[in-house]
């Protein structure tokens, strides 16, 4: 079995890395930081690991990426790499927010298509963000580029299962996670993030049981199901306090 894994240089991806090894997966790493993908590369030695330098951003080495992968068989292919930026949506660099857009949706798009006509069979999983699941003042871009995500996945997942195509297409929907993602973003986190390697554990078992959205965290669940019950205008209230502490 072998699983490709974009954004693999730190928090999700990389601990996503050492988990697919333990469970004798051989593994495809791509990202941005070559000298981190060496580490852990390194650091994995009981299966093969190939490793691909790649900025996402860029359509030619996006191209590049995809006439590499032609050579290997994959089974599992999971899109993680993304950014946010917290602030007001006015303040922050216009550049900035399409290059998020550009990378949390364009490339996600076109690699899981890729994936799709790539993979014989297997699962291609998504990574968005509880996010998602409501508007978020402060995070207003970030939120729905996951929007987007976690949409097209389920949708696309039920066009192949029409099609009988042996493709599963998931979604991960992580709340706060120890992560780079607030270093990345600008901002110091005040809320209590999930562990990575807990969080990346319940991400495994939920691709195993095929699970079309995963949530990790009972936490985050029950959040989740709330969401449903609770005024709009009570959500943006409460998301924009949040963020506003950061």
Not at 43 to 48: F, L
């Amino acid at each position: 079995m072998r699983a490709f894994i974009t954004g693999a240089s730190s928090g999700i991806g990389r601990e996503l890395a050492f988990q697919l090894a333990e469970l004798n997966y051989d593994l495809i790493l791509v990202a941005r930081r070559y000298e981190r993908l060496e580490e852990i590369k390194k650091q994995i030695t009981n299966r093969d690991v190939i490793i691909i330098q790649s900025d996402l951003n860029d359509p030619d080495q996006l191209s590049a990426l995809f006439k590499q992968l032609k050579s290997y068989e994959i089974d599992l292919f999971i899109n993680n790499a993304g950014f946010g930026k917290v602030g007001d949506s006015i303040e922050i660099d216009t550049s900035q927010e399409i290059k998020m857009i550009e990378l949390n949706i364009i490339s996600l798009h076109a690699l899981t298509k890729f994936a799709i006509q790539h993979m014989h069979k297997g699962k291609i999983v998504n990574i968005s963000s509880l996010a998602a699941y409501l508007p978020t003042p402060k995070l207003a871009s970030y939120a729905a580029t996951k929007s987007y995500v976690t949409n097209y996945s389920m949708a696309l997942d039920y066009e192949l299962k029409k099609l009988k195509v042996p493709i599963k297409v998931l979604s991960v929907a992580p709340g706060p996670i120890k992560t780079e993602f607030g270093k990345v973003a600008g901002v110091n986190q005040k809320m209590k993030g999930m562990d990575v390697k807990k969080c990346v554990k319940k991400m495994i078992k939920g691709i195993e049981n095929n699970k079309k959205v995963i949530v990790p965290g009972f936490k985050m669940k029950l959040l989740k199901f709330i969401l449903h019950f609770i005024p709009r205008r009570w959500v943006l209230a409460s998301a924009y306090k949040i963020q506003n502490k950061k």
